[in-house]
C-alpha cells in the first residue's frame, strides 16, 4: 500500500465510505476528521439540474414520519446548544401534528419558515403522545 501524507481528493464522488473495519484492516492508516466548521454556506453543490431539489440550498422546514393513529399527536420544541428553547418555536407554540404520514410538517403558530435559525446549530425536543416517531429530516421549504 502507498502512503500518502496528503489527504484523499473526494473530487466529485457521491459518497465516501469508509468504516473502522476497513481502517483496522489496513497498515499504517488511520482515520482523521475535521472537526465540523460554522458556516452559511451550501454544505451540498448539485451536479446536474435535477439534482438541485435534493442539494438545496439550506434546509428551511422540519418533516416527520409519523403515525399517531387516530388520537395521538407529536409537538416539537427547538432549542439552542445549552438546551434553551430557542424563541417562537416553544412546544406549547408548534402545532400538534397528527396523520400517519412520511412527510409531514411541522409549523408553529402556523409557519413552518425555520430561516431565522438557519446558521445556528439546534438541537430538537420531540413529545409523543400515543404516536410512533419513525425519521425526522430537514428540508427546503
Known amino acids: 500500500m502507498q502512503r500518502s501524507a496528503r489527504p484523499h481528493p473526494v473530487g466529485s464522488d457521491k459518497q465516501l465510505f469508509?468504516?473502522?473495519l476497513l481502517i483496522a484492516s489496513q497498515r499504517d492508516v488511520r482515520l482523521t476528521l475535521n472537526p465540523p466548521r460554522k458556516s452559511v454556506e451550501r454544505c451540498l453543490w448539485a451536479?446536474?439540474?435535477w439534482e438541485a431539489f435534493y442539494a438545496g440550498g439550506w434546509n428551511t422546514a422540519?418533516?416527520?414520519n409519523i403515525d399517531t393513529g387516530a388520537?395521538?399527536?407529536v409537538r416539537v420544541e427547538l432549542l439552542?446548544?445549552?438546551l434553551r428553547v430557542l424563541p417562537g418555536f416553544a412546544a406549547t407554540a408548534c402545532d400538534p401534528v397528527r396523520g400517519?404520514?412520511?412527510r409531514r410538517r411541522v409549523t408553529w403558530r402556523g409557519s413552518s419558515a425555520l430561516g431565522s435559525i438557519a446558521d445556528r446549530p439546534v438541537r430538537l425536543r420531540f413529545t409523543l403522545a400515543g404516536a410512533?416517531?419513525?425519521a425526522f429530516q430537514f428540508?427546503?421549504?
Do not use: A
Open 139 to 141: 428540508r427546503n421549504g
Open 132 to 134: 410512533k416517531l419513525y
Open 18 to 20: 469508509i468504516d473502522d
Open 47 to 49: 451536479e446536474h439540474p
Open 71 to 73: 388520537l395521538g399527536s
Open 80 to 82: 439552542d446548544e445549552s
Open 100 to 102: 400517519n404520514s412520511v
Open 62 to 64: 422540519l418533516e416527520l
